[in-house]
């Protein structure tokens, strides 16, 4: 018989029912949640069953004919509800209070759709043609309630250009209030309990303020028709940790108002050893009343009783999505040897293959974003777990300094600078976190955010968890309390904050140019901005960037570089013998012979017959006249010097901003020294001087006024 990769069901709650309804367990937070009223707000990492738990409500309110709204959008739909949120304007409290009430009159008419598919309590509707009509106009008005709700928004966001008004105006235009009244009024009469179940929230979620506040406005408008409808109406909202806490930090309201209504989802390792029994016996049929005895049904004797499930449990963060992954994976390797029995080394070895694909994953997935990713995570493989952050940045600043680095590598590491700032790219991408005094606990990112505070040599970082089988960490085992604060997801997804850190580097070195003023006054501050510019625009190929190198000689070089002799380079290292590279700073815009003669003279030996000048001109080519006499001049002398201003390395800068456009400065010095030796060689020149622009210009002004 083949081997059965999934025997103990999906590891989705929702993509098994079939399993759920054979096994689950009703474990103490799930009888909560149905005997009680008191909390609405569930909040559970990925994996602790929130899905699942709707799914069981549901069906257990259904059997009991109690009215049950299921409301799980899709991602497209969240995202789509964004830009409707935007009209209420940017403050949290703005977008709360207009999500709020699109909420409010959501909920109020899928529960009048409700009473109107009920024979019974129709009339109660059809009695009201103002009622009635709104009902029918709902439905119309798309196939989900997130859908119904964006199409109200679209409607209304033209009635009001205010965004204070859209707010002020909202529940008039809606009649949210009159609605209440009546909903409240039958719903009461009728003596039914209405239940709202509320999953997915997270599909689309952005942790910015904007879905921050949409989320928070969901909250805040279930709780007030809760406070209308009392009795007669039930809500539970799932929401994943990582909301909650963004809630928390941006609404200062929420923990004297809300904080009372949440249960946080938790799992001990009895309530997963008793959830494991019932898999067992739905998966493989067995009788046995005793859940041990069920558990020792598939195990060799290492593994008997609950000490060897808790040996399991130490390759797990404690959570039911992580233990059915693990036994579908040992057991499928237990198969392919012929057994039907659960041993120790199915188990290594199974967490071994989960946490390798899930350290592929991230390389694959980020590798566009962020080149050098693999070289710095295999970095820690057989190191401890736990490290302080001064051998962290050890560690990286070795692997920053590798030669074997590929050009895009090596760029990246030159545009983050400093080994902090990869360990925030790190931690951005949740394979590091980082030791909080105040919680005592580890803390990672959520959803690709950086860490922002400054680190101190003995602040404690750790690697994730998921990673130490595939990186070979061994010696240390999380406790459950360890394991239950890290945030963790299932699917590795390319979170923006990655490829926005580059972006966020560069466009602040562009836009420092702009501030720099000309002449003596910045002249420091530009010879800095050039060197970083280098840097990272010739980052393979021009190493060992120095500023004033020779500070103490005679002839002294502003900006002086090694030249490794790869792409154009080998071509300037060729033709024109410069293995040390000189970048002449100006920090003017009009250059003329006395530049030209200046930079001349410090060329010879190993400076070869090739400098650049690096100035302010906003012409990227050579002017006619003063610019372009003096390169032929120097040019017949076997000397070529190249005008760079500053603003092609701008040019190039922003081109970098995306990780695949690697050699876009090698591109722009390779076209530039073509253009140097093929026209202005000849004396062409397709730029004019700036006497002779300034005439053309006060000529087209003649020209328009008569």
Request: hydrophobic letters at 40%; a neutral charge; proline letters at 2%.
């Amino acid at each position: 018989m083949a081997a059965k990769p999934n025997a103990f069901g999906d590891v989705r709650g929702e993509n098994d029912h079939k399993a759920l309804d054979g096994s689950f367990y009703e474990w103490q937070d799930y009888r909560t949640l149905f005997e009680s009223v008191d909390r609405f707000i569930v909040v559970g990492r990925r994996g602790t069953g929130k899905s699942a738990i709707t799914y069981r409500l549901s069906k257990m309110w259904a059997d009991r004919r109690t009215p049950v709204i299921k409301i799980a959008p899709a991602e497209e739909q969240m995202i789509g509800l964004r830009p409707l949120a935007k009209m209420f304007g940017e403050g949290l409290s703005k977008v709360r209070a207009g999500i709020k009430i699109a909420w409010k009159y959501a909920i109020l008419m899928e529960i009048g759709s409700q009473l109107l598919s009920d024979y019974k309590l129709k009339r109660q509707i059809e009695v009201d043609s103002q009622l009635l009509k709104e009902v029918h106009s709902w439905r119309r008005m798309g196939e989900t309630p997130i859908d119904r709700m964006r199409y109200i928004l679209k409607e209304f966001r033209n009635e009001f250009k205010d965004e204070e008004e859209r707010i002020a105006e909202l529940s008039a235009y809606l009649s949210v209030e009159k609605l209440t009244e009546k909903i409240s009024r039958i719903v009461s009469d009728s003596s039914l309990l209405y239940v709202l179940l509320v999953d997915r929230l997270d599909e689309g979620y952005e942790p910015d303020i904007l879905g921050t506040g949409i989320i928070d406005g969901i909250l805040y408008g279930t709780d007030e028709i809760r406070s209308s409808l009392a009795e007669n109406f039930r809500a539970i909202v799932f929401i994943r940790d990582n909301m909650l806490r963004a809630i928390e930090s941006e609404d200062k309201d929420f923990t004297r108002n809300l904080e009372s209504q949440v249960l946080r989802l938790h799992w001990d390792p009895q309530e997963l050893f008793y959830m494991v029994a019932n898999r067992i016996r739905y998966a493989f049929g067995v009788v046995k009343e005793s859940d041990v005895k069920v558990w020792n049904s598939i195990t060799a004797n290492e593994l008997h009783g609950r000490e060897g499930f808790r040996r399991c449990l130490r390759l797990t963060l404690y959570r039911p999505r992580d233990v059915i992954a693990l036994l579908n994976a040992a057991f499928y390797q237990a198969q392919r040897q012929g057994r039907s029995t659960l041993v120790e080394e199915d188990f290594d070895e199974s967490a071994k293959g989960i946490s390798l694909t899930r350290f592929n994953d991230l390389g694959k997935e980020y590798e566009s974003v962020f080149p050098g990713l693999r070289e710095l995570t295999s970095s820690f493989s057989n190191g401890d777990a736990k490290m302080r952050f001064s051998d962290v940045q050890d560690i990286i600043a070795s692997v920053m300094n590798r030669s074997t680095l590929s050009v895009a590598e090596m760029q990246h590491f030159q545009i983050l600078g400093s080994p902090q700032e990869v360990l925030k790219a790190l931690y951005g991408i949740g394979f590091i976190g980082i030791y909080n005094k105040q919680i005592a606990s580890f803390v990672y990112s959520h959803d690709g955010k950086r860490f922002e505070k400054s680190l101190a040599p003995d602040d404690v970082l750790m690697i994730h968890p998921c990673y130490w089988p595939a990186l070979n960490i061994s010696g240390f085992e999380l406790t459950q309390n360890e394991a239950e604060e890290i945030y963790d997801e299932y699917e590795i997804s390319i979170e923006s904050q990655s490829g926005e850190q580059r972006r966020k580097i560069l466009g602040q070195l562009m836009a420092e140019l702009n501030t720099i003023p000309e002449g003596n006054a910045g002249a420091t501050q530009f010879e800095n901005w050039c060197k970083r510019a280098i840097e990272i625009a010739f980052s393979k190929n021009l190493t060992n960037v120095q500023l004033h190198a020779n500070s103490n000689a005679t002839q002294r070089r502003d900006i002086i570089a090694t030249n490794q002799g790869g792409g154009i380079w080998r071509r300037i290292l060729d033709d024109y013998k410069t293995r040390q590279v000189v970048f002449e700073v100006k920090n003017y815009s009009s250059i003329g012979v006395e530049e030209f003669r200046q930079v001349a003279g410090y060329l010879g030996r190993e400076y070869g017959s090739l400098a650049f000048i690096v100035c302010r001109d906003v012409e990227f080519g050579l002017r006619k006249g003063g610019e372009l006499d003096a390169f032929r001049e120097f040019y017949h002398k076997g000397i070529v010097v190249v005008k760079f201003p500053a603003q092609q390395l701008v040019t190039i800068l922003s081109k970098l901003r995306n990780p695949e456009k690697v050699d876009a400065g090698e591109l722009a010095v390779d076209r530039l020294l073509d253009t140097y030796v093929r026209m202005y060689a000849s004396g062409q020149s397709d730029v004019p001087n700036s006497a002779s622009a300034g005439k053309r210009k006060r000529k087209r002004k003649r020209s328009s006024r008569s």
